[in-house]
């Protein structure tokens, strides 16, 4: 193994939460459809097509990718889903500060 190259979140709305780590002060490095032969054995699911975009650190890094599916439609999550469920549970950053920076588009909360 040669590196830790990057962590992919799918999302229903790309746009928004690029949005969202662009304010904690990521980067969006590249942005791309995928479909075909490559996609569909990756995931497991046949005529699937997702939009993507990479997102890291200015000065480089892992890359933090972001996926959201044109085809299939997304299933719901469950956002009471109980921190024993298997699933991404989220992904911590080192800052600089711990004064807040923005407020999350989904809630009232604020990230730092």
Known sequence: ?????HVGITVADRDAVTAFF?????????????????LDTVIGMTGARTEIVMLRLPGGGTTLELSSFTRPAHLPGSPAAPAN??????VAF??????PRLTMPWSTTTAS
């Open 22 to 38: 662009v304010g904690l002060g990521l980067e969006a490095d590249r942005k791309a459809a995928v479909e075909g032969e490559f």
């Open 94 to 99: 080192e800052c600089t500060t711990s004064e």
């Open 1 to 5: 193994m040669r590196r830790f190259d």
């Open 85 to 90: 469920e298997p699933g991404l549970r989220n």
